[in-house]
């Protein structure tokens, strides 16, 4: 009796061990580099951005979950300008800016503001139409020389606009001493006075630059990649969202897989020139939705942006030296002390190709 008791224990106790064992839900390894998911925090936030084509990756972020996957809730505030985004950045009024490199933002940082460059957002490159200089259909300007005595329209002094029409001339033997820059504080109205012939050229990006010739009042006289190489606007990071670390890099993993989905739609070349790629009208329709334009428009001019999201950080300081060469600035800044490229790095680490 005693025998079969034991026996009939014993059994028991395996039934019970294979029981608990089944009962176990077996859990997914976790992915190299990345917190466990009991430790993702979710993170609201602000972006401050224009309705450019160049701010595409993070239009493609929030339309396809990117953001979302990485526990980040991000929504756009829409700006007219690039100064007051930077503003609003160092402030900690956006979380995120998005925008032109502009004068006001190193001087801000000289005196004593915080905010941080972490990516590239669009820059001047040889074949891509992303800034371009125009003229009225019927001006008699056919060149960048021939500028000598006239007015252009920017947004506003020490803008992105202001520093390009400063290189382009500077370029062909002129000073902006020989212009007169006219300052408009939007973009909207930039294309306006160059409509009613109030000024002779304005500088412009996509989709604005299409629009403005589709429209038949404008045409371009030259593209600013095809100039300069130049690191146009950047993704800006406040100090304190730079300062949750674990947040900025899901933020970053997001931007980078967004960066390449819209490179590998719209930007690789064949023969020299950019081909549809894959989820090439996905993307057209996305940019269209978010920057209010007709999507044949966006077709037309389609920004350059690394691949991985990666900075010329080489020319923040060219621009540093140019800006306080002209006296837009009131003082160096070290451009290491604005570029962050730590947080791309890290993310990139995770992402994989």
Not at 86 to 107: E, K, P
Not at 143 to 161: A, C, E, M, N, V
Not at 295 to 324: C, F, H, S
Request: aromatic share 8%; glycine share 8%.
């Amino acid at each position: 009796m005693k025998k079969n008791f034991a026996l009939l224990l014993a059994a028991m106790l395996v039934m019970v061990a294979v029981l608990g064992a089944c009962g176990k839900k077996e859990e997914a390894p976790q992915a190299a580099g990345s917190a466990p998911k009991s430790e993702v925090k979710p993170v609201k936030l602000e972006i401050g951005m224009l309705k450019l084509t160049s701010s595409a990756p993070l239009f493609i972020a929030m339309e396809k979950g990117f953001f979302k996957e990485e526990g980040i809730e991000a929504s756009p505030r829409w700006f007219e300008a690039a100064q007051p985004i930077a503003v609003a950045t160092a402030s900690g009024s956006v979380d995120v800016g998005a925008t032109g490199i502009t004068a006001s933002l190193y001087n801000m940082i000289a005196g004593g503001q915080k905010l941080l460059i972490v990516a590239d957002k669009g820059r001047e490159q040889k074949g891509y139409s992303s800034s371009a200089l125009l003229v009225h259909k019927d001006s008699p300007v056919a060149s960048i020389q021939d500028l000598k005595g006239k007015k252009i329209g920017i947004t506003q002094t020490g803008s992105t606009f202001h520093y390009m029409a400063g290189r382009l001339l500077e370029k062909y033997g002129l000073t902006l001493a020989d212009v007169e820059l006219v300052p408009l504080g939007k973009v909207s109205a930039m294309m306006e006075t160059l409509k009613s012939k109030q000024v002779d050229a304005v500088l412009l990006n996509e989709p604005n630059i299409t629009a403005v010739v589709k429209e038949g009042y404008g045409k371009v006289i030259a593209q600013v990649g095809d100039e300069i190489e130049y690191q146009t606007s950047g993704l800006f990071f406040s100090q304190k969202f730079a300062d949750n670390r674990d947040a900025a890099v899901r933020f970053m993993k997001a931007y980078v897989k967004a960066s390449r989905y819209y490179y590998d739609a719209v930007l690789v070349q064949k023969d020299g020139k950019p081909q549809p790629g894959a989820n090439y009208d996905e993307v057209i329709s996305i940019i269209a939705k978010y920057t209010d334009q007709p999507a044949d428009n966006i077709k037309l001019g389609l920004p350059y942006m690394d691949r991985d999201g990666k900075l010329l950080a080489e020319d923040i300081k060219t621009q540093v030296e140019w800006y306080l060469k002209t006296k837009m600035i009131e003082q160096a800044v070290d451009y290491k002390t604005i570029v962050n490229t730590e947080l791309l790095d890290e993310a990139l680490k995770t992402v994989g190709k």
